[in-house]
């Protein structure tokens, strides 16, 4: 059975649900709700969701071609977290038994009217990757959502080659979690060029300070980095796996991980004016350590410093004003809350999908789960980790790039301005000198 596109808003009285299913068949349509489940089937959709509190089936409820308004239970109370469209389609724990979703048919899925739909089959969804080799290898070396997979990216080098693979990081499946930052370190070193830095802050060209004064958020109300249609499809799209449940460290891991991902979407974001181009995807996966070295944060300052740094060695522009700006939109992100990360989440996934390169192993290995698990996370985590970002990014100055030597680099560029007019002026006193002579 195929998952119709659906969206879900809501008023004091009734759930407004828009079910869009072209070509189905009305004869023999089934449409129920009661308690916390809704239930559409229509051939060839068929749509089960399970929602955050009470409806009640007490024939209030409407039904129209275009849309259905189910009533709530508890007239005024506000159903949260409606925009989260993969958890809709998840059962909670709370209801016990696992219930099936979206039905995977054999040869007589679209059979005669007379078929009977099991709502309360078990299914089970096959893994993108097969089970990596060792518990033990994994937590050494592991990479990927919640650093749980290994030995996947060494299969893909045997064939392909390092040159082919969208990351930086040599040899990823015998490099430690704990070693990759220290390649961080040492690629920034060998790779920043002090005269395209100093180009960018003395001279920095048009599209530069275009990208500068552009404002992400034209709607301050944030309502550009809703959810969109598309956004929409690709939700109910994901695979519906169940995650693992990860201790407060490993969660906590994982939210910084979404600091330098949000910042190389919007530091493109911002460098497009806004509209994304053929290079999007390779700036959103090389400015974002997390994914072009598979790193693991120890803490938010250490993954704001390390990025801003990054950001001043790899990318087109490379300008200090331009990257605290890119950190001020990441924290203006995380403040709007999780339908704004899950918007510029989706958006990468797609860029990601994009073009002939590797770059979609970045979906299999991070993005799928990384938007399915941003649905379940409390609102509370992404304002916690935008207020440390902002007291952070406070105190964050050149001299913490010490890898890069900045203050250096630009005061022997300014003595370096200043030293032809001095030969100048002792070039003018020998003259000076010999005249009297």
Known sequence: MLTPLFRVAQDDRFLLLTIRAPHCSLRGAELSYDGRTFLFHAKPYFLRLFLPADVVDDESGTCEYDAEEVPKKTPGEYFARLEMLTELLRPQEPNGQRLVEELDGGEDEFGGDNDSIDCFAQQSLPEDWPTTSSSAATALFGYGFGWQRHAVLGRLLADIGQGELPIDLEDPDRTPIDDRLKCLHAFDADHFRPEHYLADLHEPDQAQLDAMEFDPFQHKDGSNFALSDQDRADLKDLPRRKLPHFAREAIGQIVRSLVDILFGFLYDFRTTLGEHSVESGWTCSHLAPSLAFLLRWPSTREALRCTVRHSLVVPLFRNWSLSLRVCRDVCA????????????????????????????????????????????????????????????????????????????????????????????????????????K
């Not at 339908?339 to 510029?344: G, I, N, R, S």
């Not at 002026?425 to 009297?436: C, V």
Request: overall charge negative; some cysteine; glycine content about 4%.
């Open 333 to 436: 992100v995380f403040k709007i809350g999780p339908v704004a990360v899950l918007h510029c989440l989706l958006t990468v996934r797609r860029l990601f999908n994009r073009g002939d390169e590797f770059r979609y192993l970045f979906n299999q290995l991070f993005m799928d789960e990384l938007c399915i698990w941003v649905q379940s996370v409390p609102e509370e985590v992404f304002e916690q980790i935008g207020s440390e970002l902002e007291i952070e990014l406070d105190k964050l100055s050149k001299a913490d790039m010490t890898e890069l030597e900045l203050d250096t680099i630009e005061l022997e560029a300014k003595m370096a301005l200043l030293n032809p007019v001095d030969s100048d002026d002792e070039e003018e006193e020998e003259e000076g000198k010999k005249a009297q």
